[in-house]
């Protein structure tokens, strides 16, 4: 009988693109199937023919709607994946979200690079399309947490609380005797709506994240965020606020809903400019009315200041919007989506200021943003960077170091050996020594595309 192999085939040495592969007698499925985003040597592997034949998959288990864990389905299904699509129902409600919206920068992407001729490939392809997305979402079994269920004849799944976003979860997979537990995106013990990760069951094998691996997150400071938007109301500017459409939309608008209530900013109007934002809120406001989210007051969702943006018109009006005003738009690290134009339109004034609130992958022009980038390229020409760059790390839904070594010290019984996948190489390495020297245990960092014994 041939052991049991987990077989890492993304998010090593990045944070995007996870994809892990647990393969034996009892079967063969994939916990996450994420896109790899960043820079083009990542994106470049969306587009390698996969080293497992997706008709041969079982099943897929999906931690979180976020794109770098979902993003990939569909890709999947093309090439011949039929299996199910096992993830919470929450999950099951923002991939869909996510994926459609992917879809459509695909062919936007597709389009562009033959407009311009800027491609390697000819005509330039989506990897998807709409029609893929939707046979995908027919796929999605919705799964209910701390429930085994069997995915495969040998293999069956535990989802538990993950603390991340919306329907976020943990994977135990269990498999031909032996037990892995993937972390999937990890969130922090206090998240504003969310409850805590769950407390990780005794397993042999753990698959850990490590996107702050590195550092420790500073104390909140509301001040950041207060004081970034007053200064630019009184000088008469544009506060923009490039956010991930699902959770940090919903906890950006919450933190200004609150500094106004509290009177410590001005009373600005807030668009919100993203149709895949503006699902997802639906999302958590239903979450919130079923009492599935922890937040007592369901009516914080019908914030009197924010209005919604729904066409393409009334996005390109707030290109240059005559009074101040907050615009928050996806993506988070502006690869995509509406918030591009924005910030063609507000880097050049030195009146405006971009608020980061969230991870900026290398490769990103909000990495580039954060790192004080004095031009930006977008849409093929270089626009000068005049306005304020502020960064306010409050809004973090990823557990730091010490945090992932709590949560993983919860465990009763050490794990033969921890993987340490989910982030740029110094973050992984530092959490794998911080294991080590804290908790004594085996971690280590895989590299891509190596395949490892469970058992
Ligand atoms: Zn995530």
Redesign the pocket.
């Known amino acids: 009988m041939p052991s049991p192999t987990l077989t890492f085939l993304g998010a090593v040495g990045t944070v995007t693109g996870s994809r892990f592969l647990v393969e034996g007698d009892g079967g063969r499925i994939l916990v996450d199937a994420g896109l790899f985003q960043g820079i083009g040597e990542l994106r470049r592997r969306n587009w390698m023919p996969p080293p497992v034949d997706p008709a041969a998959l079982d099943a897929v288990v999906l931690t ?1 709607a ?1 794109l ?2 979902s993003g990939y389905l569909p890709r999947l299904v093309r090439d011949g994946f039929t299996g199910s699509i096992y993830c919470t129902e929450a999950t099951a409600e923002l991939a869909s979200i996510v994926l459609e919206d992917s879809a459509h920068l695909q062919a936007e992407d597709a389009g562009y690079a033959n407009k311009t001729g800027y491609s390697s490939h000819r005509p330039a392809l989506p990897l998807y399309d709409a029609g893929d997305v939707e046979k995908t979402v027919r796929l999605f079994r919705p799964t209910d947490l701390l429930t085994r269920v069997a995915v495969a004849p040998g293999v069956s799944i535990t989802l538990r609380p993950a603390g ?2 919306l329907g ?1 979860s943990t994977a135990e997979v269990e498999i031909d005797g032996t037990r892995a537990l993937f972390s ?2 990890l969130g922090r013990p206090r998240h504003p709506l969310l409850p805590p990760p769950a407390v990780p069951p005794a397993v042999d094998t753990v698959v850990v994240e490590s996107t702050y691996g590195d550092r420790e997150h500073p104390r909140p400071d509301d001040e950041l965020l207060a004081s970034a938007v007053t200064r630019t109301a009184a000088r008469g500017g544009t506060v923009l606020i490039p956010a991930f459409a699902v959770d940090r939309t919903e906890l950006v608008l919450l933190e200004l809903h609150r500094l106004m209530a509290a009177g410590r900013i001005p009373h600005l109007t807030v668009y919100v400019d993203s149709p895949m934002a503006l699902a997802s809120l639906d999302v958590y406001r239903k979450a919130l009315a079923a009492k599935d989210l922890t937040h007592r007051e369901a009516s914080l969702f019908d914030l009197p200041e924010v209005q919604a943006v729904r066409d393409a018109a009334g996005s390109e009006r707030l290109n240059r919007p005559t009074v101040p005003c907050i615009v928050v738009s996806a993506s988070g690290m502006a690869t995509g989506g509406r918030v591009v134009h924005h910030l063609r339109h507000q880097l050049p004034d030195p009146r405006n200021t971009v608020v980061l609130t969230g991870y900026q992958a290398v490769g990103t022009r909000g990495r580039q943003l954060l790192n004080g980038a004095r031009q930006v390229k977008m849409h093929g020409r270089y626009v000068p960077v005049h306005a304020d760059v502020v960064q306010i790390p409050d809004f973090s ?2 557990a730091d170091g010490p945090e992932i070594v709590r949560w993983l010290g919860r465990m009763p019984s050490p794990p033969r050996t921890v993987y340490v996948v989910h982030g740029e190489p110094a973050s992984s390495a530092a959490l794998a020594d911080r294991i080590h020297h804290e908790l004594g245990w085996n971690a280590v960092v895989p590299s891509f595309g190596e395949r490892v014994r469970l058992d």
Request: glycine share 10%.
């Open positions: 979180h976020h770098d864990h991340h976003i976020s999937g995106d839904v990823h």
